[in-house]
């Protein structure tokens, strides 16, 4: 039996509980999903154990930390790159936060996290210079939402 055939609907009230709050309590979960809390410990520790919760994490506020602003560069390659390539000429950049290599064009989305407008074109040069990028396209994020994972 796969790790996914042991999931059931309680485990996804459960997991969508945490993904709205992670900071919830395993009595208030308990309250919500008609389970004891211990029972619910059972279950938290298990989908740990399995993987299915990779881990726990904050999201900041980073223009209140006066971090700057967040864009996304498109990243065009020779068609002869290799995927493993793509990646690793972001990642080498330390204001890239995520990079997402993608069929059709263009080749990668890369979400950099800049101070201002300057920083932001020292990036994309440095992500130019990074090997076989041959074009950019920026955008500037100019606010965000996300559904929970």
């Given amino acids: 039996m796969t790790d996914t055939a042991l999931i059931d609907s309680v485990d996804r009230a459960i997991l969508e509980l945490l993904v709205e709050d992670g900071r919830r309590t395993m009595t208030e979960i308990a309250d919500r999903v008609s389970l004891s809390p211990s029972a619910v410990k059972r279950r938290v520790d298990r989908l740990e154990r ?13 223009g209140k930390l006066g971090s700057g602003f967040e864009a996304f560069v498109e990243l065009r390659f020779a068609g002869d790159v290799k995927v493993e390539a793509i990646t690793m000429a972001a990642t080498s ?7 997402f290599t993608v069929a059709g064009d263009p080749d990668a989305l890369v979400r950099v996290r800049v101070t201002n407008v300057q ?6 040069d440095r992500l130019r210079r990074t090997g076989a990028v041959i074009g950019t396209k920026t ?6 939402w996300r559904r929970g994972d």
């Fill in 139 to 144: 955008l500037m994020v100019l606010g965000a």
């Fill in 93 to 99: 950049v330390p204001e890239a936060l995520e990079v």
């Fill in 50 to 62: 399995v993987g299915v919760i990779a881990g726990y994490t904050v999201t900041l506020d980073h």
């Fill in 119 to 124: 920083h932001l074109r020292d990036v994309i």
